[in-house]
Structure formats: structure tokens, C-alpha cells
């Protein structure tokens, strides 16, 4: 074996294996290693590719396969692109083909119009980014992406780029939109243990504002970019979006799918919920403009109430209008929701066409277009049923995984700017679990979770300033890891508008009442350097205070001008500072002031709460419909002295309004951090006002909308009224309406809160800070964390709190 191999063949096969043992069977000649240069590139015969030539292929590509339409110039720039860099290959391999449907994929993600123009960057950025990606004139992928990540490639690819600009989209199929590039949820020390790190604030005008696609059934970018002096069509498209939204969003309900495997109905009215598959009738719903002809007929209309020219009620929808009439209607349920114009509603009736020679027809004695003659004469009147979170976004809800599909679609939109729920969801509640539960299982300490929400505080007024420092002064006495992760203050922040002329100063008067809450706060910087300030404004705050005289001001409204707040601001930083040299750590506490509404995300998308100041209820009451009173039928008493039929149908529609909405627990039986007499510890809220807040709230949800009134009641920016939309619903909405009582309901898995005022004229500060602090000085997100959590976690007391609600609909057995 030695003579086999000498010394000399070493020059010939320099990298010979070394000899062993001969039991090994070392090899005479050594293996020849394989090589590992890589292949060529492909190279690219660039050819002058007519735009009508491409023509057929990409009509085939872009508008039969993805809807979407070329104009010259993108025909043009495509056919460039393909006759440079797929060459004389672009037919016979199919790389033209390649090109387009990416391209077209990245265009529909990207967010882009039905027609695609050629003058903007936008195409031309997609084309350069596929440039970048192209091995051999196609498109490659990396190697073990699924089909859905193969346009989003992460930065670990040294030579991929996603196909779509960073700047302009965000990653659906990445960890890295909120800065988590390859978070590993093990590694839990490497995340910030604070919170706060995970909170942000979303402000109205920087919220994306998304449009409902009917023929796509998705949501696309509103083009062109919103602007506060919009064009007039877009008045008209703020209420078809409305109408889109809820109306797919009845097509989903259960209450209005026909079965394909039985058609049963039933003749009395059953009960179902969003939650629930229950053998039941299925509801149609019937246009305006089919009505025609169809005289005498009982039909389901969706449509928008509105008052026409002629002074009639009328309810539209995107095919026409008919005038209503609800002399013999009842709201469903009695008593238990708030009808007035400007709100799309479900009305069940009969239609009665008009009786003339010229027979019924669009125009007719409304002597409107687009009317329809004769009337609808409605039996009952309910709001669109509303549906849960969970449902829209198409995860789990109690008790299932985060990953499981329920039949929504949205899941992978993103509806604040901040990570949608598919992309993002599972990982961050993961991380919320690990960060809020850091204390060991028995400790007392209590994990850092509050939020401290402070309605209607008057700068105007000495009681306020007093009640205010009371707030911070309990506060801030509390350890550093169990104070609130963040201070919400509501407006109205004067009582009057002094910016148009309600005060003696005007501007000069409101910047000394910002100057005297900076000097509050400066006495307690301790909660200053651990906390987030959130200042919302209300009608009278500037500028928007200074046309309005404090009437209804156009939403969303920004927030307080910078020029008000420089001592605010102020104060934090030095606050921050001392804190750095006393203790040689750094704090970053600081002050937001935001929009109004705004929204508030806590570790993405994993928990929403909207922040709203409006007094809803009272233009409620001056703008809804009355209806006629409950016709009593007279029915002899039973002999065992049992309730009349009126009694039973009045407790009937009282369990059913217990059943669709429950008040706050947590809230009931949260006690106070304050030492106050036993006298002093009133309930939250009577009979009656539990009554009014369950009709609030149950409104506005069902409406997904913040405004749901006539734009010459409550005006809107018709560009921005995207960010008044809920939908899907948040965690939580903080309603502040000082002529409602302060409440806490709980409505298809949103928890409701009205903090009221933090001073009422009715009773002293000291009393009212009591029954603040019961109301609001609780662990918001705790609820909110418990609702994500699973339920043999809990005690009986909290899974009784996160039970699941059925939602309330137009009938009876729709709720």
C-alpha cells in the first residue's frame, strides 16, 4: 500500500486524502473534489419589444387574472422592461408572463388603483425591484419561502430585495414592521420589560385611511392622498364606504346566509348570535330599486335615514330612496337603541307603490331623482347587528389558537399603521403575556398595568386644579413598577370658548390656563418620569373653537396648537433630567398631545383602544326619531295573580337587553384607592342610567361609525373619515360624554367606558373622586389581557367577567 502511493504523486493531486489504516481501503487515487464555482449568469439578448405585440399577454395577465387595467403609458414602460431584460425569451419561456403577474401581485399588495398608470414612481419601483431579483430574465425566489413569502424576504438575504419599496409597504409576512426583525419570544430578557416601550398613539391624520373594494372584497389605500380640501365626490364616497362596510358585513352574519344543505324555516322568531350556528331563517335583503313593480310586498331594506327636501323621512341606499313610514313601527329592541337620520339601519315593512296613471318609476311625486314612487311602510326598525373583533379579523377567540381562521377576512390588514393581526398578532400577545406577567406566581406585587383616564378637565376652574393634584398625588405616592403606564386628560380644557371671544383674553387666557397645569404637574415629577401623558381635546380647545363658539367642531380635530403647550413640555424634560442626575438613569417620560379621536396601540396590534370626546347622547336626543307609544293589549289577569302580556313583554325585552349587554363587573366591585367615608361609596350607576348607557353604547357600536349623524349636524372631514370608523371593533373605547353618567359596559367583547367629569357641579371633588377612582382607577388592560388569555387560567370571577355576549340585531332572534 506504501509503494502504491509515493512521494512524488503529492505534486500531481495536491489535495490528496491522507493515508489510514489499510482495513479503512484508502483509495489509490485520491476523489476529486466538485467544483464549486457557480454557473454563469444566463446571458440576455435585448430585443425592441412593440407595445402591441405585449398587448394580448398582459390584457391575459393584468386584467382577466388580477382586474386590474394598463393605460399606454405602463403598456409601454412593460414592454421596455420585458424587451431589455427578458430578451429574445420573452414569449417561447414564458418570462413575460413571470414579469407580469408579479408585477400585478405587487401592484394589488402595494395597495394601487384598478388602473395602472405608467407616470408615477410607483410602477417604476416595483419594475426595478423585480430587476434586482431576476436570475436569467425570471424572477427567483428564495429557496424554502412559502408562495405567500415569497415577495416579502426578509434583511437575512444578502442577495433578495423584497419586490415593493420599504418605504412605501409594509411587510406582511416579516417581524421586522415594528422594528422585531427574527424576534425570538424565548429570549424574553432581550425584550423591554417596560410597557411603555409597546405603547404608541395613533393620530387621526396619520392613520391609514382605507376604502372597502366591493369587487375585490378587500381594502384598498384611498387615492388621491387625503387632504383637507377634498373634491366634492368624496362626499358621496364617505357614505358608500359606510354603507359597503356594514352591508358586507350583514352578508357574513349568520342571520343572512342560506344553507346549502337545508332550508328550514320556522314561524316564530328564534335567537342567535355571532357565535352560534342554530337551525334558523335566512334573511334577503332587498334593494330600493327592485321594489318597483313589486306593490303590496313584505321586503328587508338596508339603507341610510335621511330627511328629503320636501321635509319627509326617507331611507336611501346606493340603488335609490323611497319615503318611510313608520307610523306602526317599533324600534327593536324596545327602547334599547337610538334611530335618527344619518344612521343606515335594517327596516322590516311592506311596500305600498304610488297610484297614478304614469305607474311607478324613478322620479315620481318625490320629484327627486333617483326616488322611488309610492312608500315603505315599516313594521320594525333595528340597527345592522355588530360583530366581534375576533370575527373580522378571522382569529381565534376564547379559548382557540390565534391562528385559527373563523370566517373573517381581514386579518392580514392593516388597519392602524402598526402590524396587522396574522402578521403580527400570535408573537406580540406572546410578548404582552411575557412582559405583564414577569412577577412570580403568588407575589404581591402587581404587575405594571394601569391607565389612568381624567374626563372634562376644566383648566378654568379652581376645583379641577384641585381634584387634578388629588389624582397625581396618589400616584405618584405608589411605587415606581405599579404606576400607570400612561395618563389620559379629555377636554374640554375650558368650560367656555375663549378663543372666540367667550372669555375676556382669548389666547393669552387659554396659554395662562395650560401654564397653571404645568405648574401642577411639576409638584409631583416622580409620575411625570414614569408615565405618558395623553392630552385629547375637546369642542372648545383651539383653533377649531375659534369659528365654532364651541358648537359641534368638524372630526377628527387635531390637537392643541404648540404654542399653548411649551411650559407642558417643559417641565417633562426637566423632570427627565433631574431624574438622570439624581439617579444616574435615564427616564423617558413624555407628553403626547393627540387628536381627537385618537387610538391608542399596546404592543401592536394585540390591543386598540379608542380615545372619543363628543356629547353623543344629547344630539342623540335631539335628532332621533320618536316612534308611537307600545299599543297595550287588554288581556284578563290570570287567576294566580301572574303578570298581564304587557308586563311579560316588558321583561322579556328586559332579559333580552341584560343578555346582549352587561355592566362591567370589574368596574362594580372595584374599590377605591382613596380613603373616603362609607357613605361616600354610592353606586356607579341606577337602573336608569345603566338604561341609558347600554342604549349608548349599543348605537354607536352597531353604527361601527363615531359620527353617525347628518354631516350638517356634526361635519366631517370627508378625506379623513376613515378615522371614525370601528371597524373591526377595538379592545376598548373611552366615550367621554359629560351628560351621560359615568359607566362601564361590555358589548360583543368591547369594553365601553364613560369616565364622565372629573368635577361634577352636583356633588364636592372629594365625592367625586371616589366614584372616579371606582370607576376608572382599575386595570384596564388587565380586562383586555384577560379576553386573549386562556380560561383555566383564570379564576371563576374573571371568566365570569370575559363571558361571551351574543350581539342584538333587527329581530328578535338576530339577537
Known amino acids: 500500500m506504501d509503494g502504491r502511493i509515493r512521494a512524488g504523486s503529492k505534486s500531481a493531486y495536491e489535495d490528496s486524502v491522507p493515508s489510514s489504516l489499510p482495513a479503512f481501503a484508502t483509495p489509490v487515487h485520491p ?36 382586474n386590474l387595467t394598463l393605460n399606454s403609458s405602463a403598456l409601454e414602460l412593460f414592454a421596455t422592461f420585458i424587451g431589455k431584460y427578458c430578451g429574445t425569451g420573452w414569449r417561447e419561456e414564458g418570462l413575460a408572463e413571470r414579469v407580469l403577474d408579479e408585477a400585478a401581485k405587487a401592484w394589488k399588495i402595494h395597495g394601487g388603483a384598478v388602473i395602472v398608470p405608467g407616470e408615477g414612481d410607483e410602477l417604476r419601483t416595483i419594475l426595478q425591484n423585480i430587476q434586482g431579483s431576476m ?23 444578502s442577495k433578495m430585495t423584497p ?4 418605504e412605501t409597504y409594509v411587510d406582511l409576512h416579516g417581524e421586522d414592521s415594528l422594528g422585531m426583525t427574527a424576534l425570538d419570544i424565548k429570549d424574553e430578557d432581550s425584550q423591554p420589560k417596560d410597557p411603555r416601550k409597546w405603547l404608541q398613539i395613533v393620530d387621526a391624520f396619520e392613520q391609514p385611511q382605507l376604502v372597502y373594494n366591493v369587487n375585490q372584497k378587500h381594502f384598498d389605500i384611498a387615492r388621491p392622498k387625503p387632504s383637507l380640501l377634498s373634491e366634492p365626490a368624496q362626499k358621496t364616497r ?28 320556522s314561524g316564530s322568531l328564534q335567537r342567535s348570535s355571532s357565535t352560534m350556528s342554530t337551525p334558523q331563517q335566512s334573511y334577503k335583503l332587498t334593494p330600493i330599486a327592485n321594489l318597483l313593480g313589486r306593490s303590496g310586498s313584505n321586503h328587508l331594506l338596508l339603507g341610510l335615514l335621511t330627511i328629503s327636501p320636501t321635509g319627509l ?32 339601519v335594517l327596516v322590516d315593512g311592506l311596500y305600498e307603490g304610488e297610484e297614478s296613471a304614469a305607474g311607478p ?11 322611488i314612487g309610492g312608500k315603505f311602510v315599516g313594521f320594525s326598525v333595528g340597527g345592522p347587528p355588530c360583530e366581534r373583533r375576533e370575527i373580522t379579523l378571522g382569529v381565534g377567540g376564547e379559548g382557540e389558537s390565534d391562528n385559527l381562521s373563523v370566517g373573517g377576512q381581514f386579518g392580514w390588514v392593516d388597519f392602524l399603521g402598526v402590524g396587522s393581526e396574522r402578521e403580527l398578532g400570535p408573537n406580540m400577545r406572546r410578548l404582552e403575556h411575557n412582559v405583564m406577567r414577569r412577577q412570580p406566581t403568588g407575589s404581591s406585587t402587581e404587575f405594571r398595568s394601569k391607565m389612568v383616564v381624567m374626563g372634562e378637565v376644566n383648566l378654568d376652574s379652581a376645583k379641577t386644579l384641585q381634584a387634578f393634584k388629588k389624582v397625581l398625588g396618589t400616584y405618584a405616592a405608589e411605587p415606581a413598577d405599579q404606576s400607570p403606564i400612561a395618563v389620559v386628560l379629555m377636554g374640554n380644557f ?6 372666540s371671544g367667550g372669555g375676556s383674553g382669548g389666547s393669552i387666557e387659554y396659554k395662562e390656563y395650560f401654564d397653571t397645569l404645568a405648574s401642577a404637574l411639576s409638584e409631583y415629577p416622580s409620575i411625570l418620569q414614569t408615565a405618558t401623558f395623553i392630552f385629547v381635546p375637546g369642542d372648545n380647545d383651539p383653533w377649531a373653537s375659534s369659528f365654532a363658539a364651541g358648537s359641534a367642531t368638524v372630526l377628527p380635530r387635531r390637537s392643541v396648537p404648540e404654542l399653548f403647550t411649551t411650559r407642558i413640555r417643559r417641565v417633562f424634560a426637566v423632570a427627565n433630567t433631574d431624574a438622570e442626575k439624581s439617579t444616574g438613569r435615564k427616564t423617558d417620560g413624555k407628553v403626547i398631545w393627540s387628536t381627537n379621536p385618537s387610538r391608542l396601540t399596546l404592543f401592536g396590534p394585540a390591543q386598540e383602544v379608542v380615545f372619543f370626546r363628543d356629547d353623543m347622547s344629547g344630539r342623540l336626543r335631539r335628532n332621533a326619531i320618536r316612534f308611537g307609544p307600545l299599543e297595550s293589549t287588554s288581556v284578563a289577569p290570570e287567576p294566580s295573580g301572574g303578570p298581564t302580556a304587557t308586563e311579560s313583554a316588558a321583561a322579556s325585552q328586559e332579559r333580552d337587553l341584560d343578555e346582549v349587554m352587561d355592566l362591567d ?11 373616603a367615608p362609607e357613605a361616600n361609596k354610592c353606586p356607579i350607576a341606577t337602573d336608569n342610567d345603566l338604561q341609558t348607557a347600554r342604549k349608548l353604547v349599543k348605537t354607536l357600536l352597531d353604527q361601527g361609525y363615531l359620527s353617525p349623524f347628518p354631516l350638517s349636524v356634526r361635519p366631517v372631514h370627508w378625506d379623513f373619515a376613515g378615522a371614525l370608523h370601528l371597524y373591526p371593533l377595538p379592545d376598548a373605547l373611552v366615550l367621554l360624554d359629560p351628560e351621560t353618567p359615568p359607566f362601564a359596559v361590555t358589548y360583543e367583547g368591547c369594553h365601553v367606558m364613560n369616565p364622565g367629569s372629573l368635577v361634577s357641579t352636583h356633588t364636592s371633588p372629594l365625592d367625586m373622586i371616589t366614584v372616579y377612582e371606582r370607576l376608572l382607577s382599575l386595570y384596564v388592560w388587565i380586562r383586555s389581557i384577560l379576553a386573549k388569555m386562556k380560561p383555566h387560567n383564570l379564576s371563576k370571577q374573571d371568566q365570569q367577567i370575559m363571558r361571551l355576549k351574543s350581539c342584538g340585531g333587527l329581530l328578535p332572534r338576530i339577537y
Open 665 to 675: 363587573q370589574a368596574v362594580e366591585t372595584a374599590e377605591s384607592n382613596m380613603p
Open 313 to 344: 323621512l326617507t331611507i336611501s341606499d346606493l340603488t335609490g330612496s323611497i319615503t318611510l313610514d313608520i307610523q306602526h313601527a317599533r324600534p327593536i329592541p324596545e327602547n334599547g337603541a337610538w334611530f335618527a337620520p344619518g344612521m343606515i
Open 361 to 371: 318609476g324613478l322620479g315620481g311625486n318625490g320629484g327627486i331623482g333617483g326616488s
Open 31 to 66: 476523489i476529486r473534489q466538485r467544483s464549486t464555482e457557480q454557473p454563469s449568469k444566463p446571458s440576455i439578448l435585448p430585443i425592441i419589444l412593440p407595445p402591441a405585440t405585449l398587448r394580448p399577454l398582459a390584457f391575459r395577465t393584468f386584467t382577466k387574472k388580477h
Open 163 to 166: 419586490l415593493y419599496p420599504r
Open 238 to 265: 364617505l357614505f358608500r364606504n359606510r354603507y359597503n362596510l356594514i352591508y358586507q358585513r350583514l352578508l357574513r352574519n349568520e342571520s343572512f346566509q342560506v344553507s346549502a344543505v337545508t332550508t328550514f324555516r
Open 494 to 499: 375650558v368650560r367656555h370658548a375663549v378663543m
Open 135 to 157: 436570475v436569467g430574465g425570471r424572477p427567483v425566489q428564495k429557496e424554502g419561502l412559502s408562495r405567500q413569502k415569497s415577495l416579502a424576504i426578509g434583511e437575512g438575504s
